[in-house]
């Protein structure tokens, strides 16, 4: 990637997440990297173009988080539950601010209404293999796992809107993560419960204190 491309990203996010995409304009990025407005449109013409790069951005970061269903099990879903999380901070501009999103830059939206589906779906498959080897109970309908589903991913957009308002950061906040597992312990087998448990004490073994 060009450099100046990449620092233009790179500040672009920083101040989207710090002020919201609404407050922030080309000349307002521009600015703060001593950028002409020709220098800055000679790599985007419009915030349009802007947004549909750090969405890109975005979406190659989720496509990081591959699983291998060969080895399936709680500390998986974990590293999901932790990445989501990271990645969502990260990107706060944009989860944090959907109805802006949606309203003002609709194409984007709507490839992230597709992926969203496309995650679900996934994700859906990650819960059977989590059921076939044993960790979550088989005995529970699959309509209810969906909606478990929706439920979490529901949690990190309101607790990020929240740290933003209360100005929390993010690294002395592990509580979205609980909150997932809050909901997800009681589906446990007691196979997924004991290795659950092992992760937080390890966790807590590091002096991670907000678990």
Known sequence: MNETRKKIINKAIDLFNEKGIAQISIRDISRELSLSPGNFTYHFKTINDLINALFAQMKAEMDEFYIDEKSINITTVDKLFKNAYFLQWSHRY?????????????????????IRIERSQQTMILINLLIKYGYLKNSIPQKTYELLLQTIWLIYPGAIIQMSVTG???ENNK??????????????TDKGLEEY??????????????Y
């Not at 992760?199 to 907000?210: A, F």
Request: charged letters at 20%; aromatic letters at 14%.
């Open 197 to 210: 448990t092992s992760i937080i004490e390890k966790e807590q073994s590091t002096n991670l204190e907000d």
């Open 168 to 170: 929390t950061k993010q």
């Open 94 to 114: 944009f989860f944090a601010n959907l109805v802006t999103v949606s309203s003002r830059f609709p194409d984007v939206f709507a490839s992230y209404q597709k």
């Open 175 to 188: 509580l979205p993560i609980k909150l997932a597992w809050n909901i997800m312990v009681p589906y446990l």
